[in-house]
C-alpha cells in the first residue's frame, strides 16, 4: 500500500522558478534514499538529484546550481526547488524513494505517478 505523490508542477516561464513536493505514505518501515527522475520526449529516464538518509546529495550536472533536492522533517517528504528554469527542463517528473515496506525483507524502487514540468515562453 505504499504510494508516492507528487506535487507543484505546472508551466513556468524561462528563468521562472518551481517547487516540486512529493510524500510518501503506507506501511513504511524506513526510507532509504529519495529523489527526483525526468523524462522528456523520446529520452531515456535520467536522475535529477537524491537526497540519502544522513543527508548527502547528487544531482545531475544540468541541475547543479539551479536545483535543491532536500527533505521534509518526517523524513517522508522530498523537494525539489527547482529556480532559473530553462526550456530544456521541460519533461515529466518523477519522485521515487527506495525504501523497506513492512511486510518486506529488502529495500525496494518505489516510484510516483509524475507530474509535467512545461518551461515555456
Known amino acids: 500500500q505504499v504510494q508516492l505523490v507528487e506535487s507543484g508542477g505546472g508551466l513556468v516561464q524561462p528563468g521562472g522558478s518551481l517547487r516540486l513536493s512529493c510524500a510518501a505514505s503506507g506501511s513504511i518501515f524506513s526510507i532509504n534514499v529519495m529523489g527526483w527522475y525526468r523524462q522528456a520526449p523520446g529520452k531515456q529516464r535520467e536522475l535529477v538529484a537524491v537526497i540519502r538518509s544522513g543527508g548527502s546529495t547528487n544531482y545531475a550536472d544540468s541541475a547543479k546550481g539551479r536545483f535543491t533536492i532536500s527533505r521534509g522533517n518526517a523524513k517522508n517528504t522530498v523537494y525539489l526547488q527547482m529556480n532559473s528554469l530553462k526550456p530544456e527542463d521541460t519533461a515529466v517528473y518523477y519522485c521515487?524513494?527506495?525504501?523497506?515496506?513492512?511486510?518486506?525483507?529488502?529495500?525496494?524502487?518505489?516510484w510516483g505517478q509524475g507530474t509535467q514540468i512545461t518551461v515555456s515562453s
Open positions: 521515487n524513494a527506495n525504501l523497506m515496506a513492512f511486510g518486506d525483507s529488502s529495500w525496494l524502487d518505489y
